[in-house]
């Protein structure tokens, strides 16, 4: 029985520290990709988003071990990317409408001056 009760606290604390671990691993991927998403290239965006999804799949297999303390602050951390990721995406959004905005105008004008 001693044997037994020993090998469950040790599995517990195992999940524990690897669900405080994985909170830690997330939080510092989190903070780099929101201090530096403005200067990725699209390599590094690629990569991001490979890893934020390795860390989607990650949680969901630890969420049901997890208390509901660990579970709210990964779903802060969540939102922080998420809201970065949109950010980003619409960004480079209004960009491509600028550029195109811009060049429709510009081709306006080249048709006005050839119809003059």
């Known amino acids: 029985m001693k044997t037994l009760l020993t090998i469950s606290l040790l599995l517990s604390t195992l999940f524990g ?6 909170i830690l691993r997330f939080d510092h991927f989190v903070d780099k990709v929101a201090k530096n998403y403005e200067s990725f290239d699209d390599e590094e965006w690629d990569t991001t ?13 630890l969420a049901p071990n997890m208390s509901s303390e660990q579970r709210s602050e990964v779903n802060e951390l969540f939102s922080k990317i998420n809201a970065v990721i949109i ?19 510009g081709t306006l004008k080249e048709l006005k001056k050839l119809a003059e």
């Open 49 to 61: 988003m490979q890893k934020y999804s390795e860390f989607r799949s990650e949680y969901k297999e």
């Open 87 to 105: 950010k980003h995406k619409a960004s480079k959004a209004f960009g491509t409408i600028n550029d195109l905005v811009n060049e429709a105008s």
């Open 17 to 22: 520290i690897k669900d405080t671990y994985f």
